[in-house]
C-alpha cells in the first residue's frame, strides 16, 4: 500500500530538519555505493523478490486486521504476487545446485502460514508512524506494522518477517528497529510492554512431556510436521494404537504435513501456533542502537553528496547481496564488470579444455 503523506513529517521537512530510516542507516553497511544512488541521487531502484513479496504479505496481513478481510485472501495475494513476479521476470535466487529449492521452501512456508493463519486477538493499530528525535536537527521514521493496546498507557509491538530466524550480528541489526520504534513510542509518553517479531516463515509446536514441564520446537511450516515424527511415534502420554498402524498414520500426516489426520488422543498432546519471537528491551540494547544511529548519521554528513566517497562492495565476496537484494544491480558499474570477469574467465577455461 502506498502511505499517504504524514503532517508530522512535511512540517519537520519545511523546517529543515534531517529526516532518517533505519533503512537509509543500514545501507552503508551493505553497500555505500547503493546507499549514494538510493539516499543522494534518489533512484530507489529495482524491487527485488524479497520486498516485492514481503510488502504484499505485510499489506494483506493490514487489510485482514484492518478490514476484517477474509483470511483467505492471503493465499489469493500469496499466488498473485508470485505470478506477477513472474510476468515482470523478477526470479528467485537459485540455490547452489541452479535449482529452484529457495522458491519452493519459500512459497512452501508461506502457503502453510496462509493456511493457519488466525487474526490475533486484542486491540491493534497498524502501519503506525514514529518519529524518533535523535536532535535539534534529526529524526528517524519508521512505520510499526502492528501496536497492540495493551491499557493503561503500555503498547507491544510487533514486526511481520518473511524472513529466516536472526541469528549473531543479524539479531543484533534487526533488533535495533525493534528498539527505535520503543524508543520513538516512550518519548511519545507511552510504556513498552513487549518487543517481537511475527516469524511468519515458522511455527511452534509444544507438548508437555512426562515430568510435566512444556517442550517447544521451533519448526518451518512447511515440514513441521516431519520434524516432530519421533514425538508423535513416542508421545509423552501412550495410546492405544498398535505400533505399525502409528507409523502408518503418522507417515501420512509427514506427507500431508498436517496432524488433522491423525486420532483425537494423539493430535490433541501437541500445540500449533504461529512463531513469536520476542527481543529483550534493556538499557544495553538501547544504548548499543542509539550510539549506532548517532554514528550512521554522522557517517552520511561526513560523506557528504561526493559519489567518492561512497565506495562499492566487495562484489566478488559478497556477490549474493548484488545479484538478489541490490535495486541498482542493473546499472551499477562495479557490477556489470564482475559479471563481465566472470563470464570472460568461464570461457577462458572452457577454451582451455580443448
Known sequence: MERAKEDRLEALKAQGKNIYSISRLNSLNQCAYSAYITYVLGDRGDNNVWAALGSIMHDTLQNIIDNGTSTDSLIESLQDGIDNLDISGIDFPKDRNGGDSIRDNW??????????????????????????????????????????????????????????????????????????????????????NELAWVMLKYCVVSWKQKNGKIKEKICEWRNYVAQIRPYLLKPPVAVDIDEFKLDALVDEAVEKNSLDGLPAELRDQFEVKQYVRYYDYTPEVIEETLSYVTDQIQSFKDRGKDEKNYPPKDVEKDSYFCSSLCGHNKKCPYYKDYCSTFINNNKKEEEDLF
Open 107 to 192: 512459497v512452501a512456508n508461506m502457503t502453510e502460514f496462509c493456511t493457519h493463519f488466525i487474526p490475533p486477538n486484542g486491540e491493534f493499530k497498524t502501519e503506525q508512524l514514529v518519529i524518533y528525535k535523535v536532535s535539534e536537527d534529526d529524526y528517524i521514521q519508521g512505520y510499526i506494522d502492528l501496536l497492540r493496546i495493551d491499557g493503561e498507557g503500555k503498547v507491544s509491538v510487533f514486526d511481520w518477517k518473511t524472513s529466516s530466524q536472526f541469528k549473531g550480528d543479524h539479531l543484533i541489526e534487526a533488533g535495533r528497529q525493534l528498539v527505535l520504534y520503543a524508543q520513538a513510542l516512550e518519548q511519545a509518553g507511552y510504556e513498552i
